[in-house]
Structure formats: structure tokens, C-alpha cells
């Protein structure tokens, strides 16, 4: 099993930044062969992709709505990936996931992703 952990999110005000952060462990958790995404999701939505990096790091892709303002990277002897995520909007509010996949293809389907992490709240207020 891989146990993803999320952590960084609050609230902050529009135009602030954060980072989150994804740590990843488990048993099974092999990072050279796995990508990693960061999907979110507001209430009465269904869940979106957000931005993935594959773990050699030469495959990233975003969501067009964050293209500029956010930047995923990963740290391989942390084990973590973060999303940095800047100029923030109100439409940014949701519940953040971490998830992985055991392919180092770039996927944005919410369903193709094997592990997830329990979330963290991201509030932005206008």
C-alpha cells in the first residue's frame, strides 16, 4: 500500500500564496516508477485536476485555470511533492488531493489514480 499525506492548506486572503505539501510512504511506494497529481474539489463539484509531475520530473502538466500561477516540483529523498501555488483567487477554494498512480504517464483522470490522500482545505477570501 502507498499512504499519501497532504498538509499546508488554510485560509488566506485572494492574491496570497501557499505550499502544499504531499508525503508519500508505504510498503509498496516504488517513487521512480509513479506519478503523482493534485486534484481539488468544491462542494457540489466533482473532482479536478490540478497539476501532475511524473517522479523522474521530465512529464508535468497543469489544469489550464492554474497554468502561471501554480508549480508543482517534488523532492525524491523527502519523498514529497508540493504544489506552490500563487496569486490565489477566490475560485480557487476547495478540498486539495494528493493522488498517485503506478505509471509514469501524466493522466488528469481522477479515476486512473490508485492512491489518494485524505485532503487539505484551501480557503481563499475575496
Known amino acids: 500500500q502507498v499512504q499519501l499525506v497532504e498538509s499546508g492548506g488554510g485560509l488566506v486572503p485572494a492574491g496570497d500564496s501557499l505550499r502544499l505539501s504531499c508525503a508519500a510512504s508505504?510498503?509498496?511506494?516504488?517513487?521512480?516508477?509513479?506519478?503523482l497529481g493534485w486534484f481539488r474539489q468544491a462542494p457540489g463539484t466533482e473532482r479536478a485536476f490540478v497539476a501532475a509531475?511524473?517522479?523522474?520530473?521530465?512529464?508535468?502538466s497543469y489544469a489550464d485555470s492554474v497554468k502561471g500561477r501554480f508549480t508543482i516540483s517534488r523532492d525524491n529523498a523527502k519523498n514529497t511533492v508540493y504544489l506552490s501555488m500563487n496569486s490565489l483567487k477566490p475560485e480557487d477554494t476547495a478540498n486539495y488531493y494528493c493522488a498517485a498512480r503506478d505509471d509514469l504517464n501524466i493522466a488528469t483522470l481522477p479515476v486512473v489514480y490508485k492512491y489518494w490522500g485524505q485532503g487539505t482545505q484551501v480557503t481563499v477570501s475575496s
Open positions: 508505504g510498503r509498496t511506494f516504488s517513487p521512480y516508477s509513479m506519478t
Open positions: 509531475i511524473n517522479w523522474s520530473g521530465l512529464k508535468i
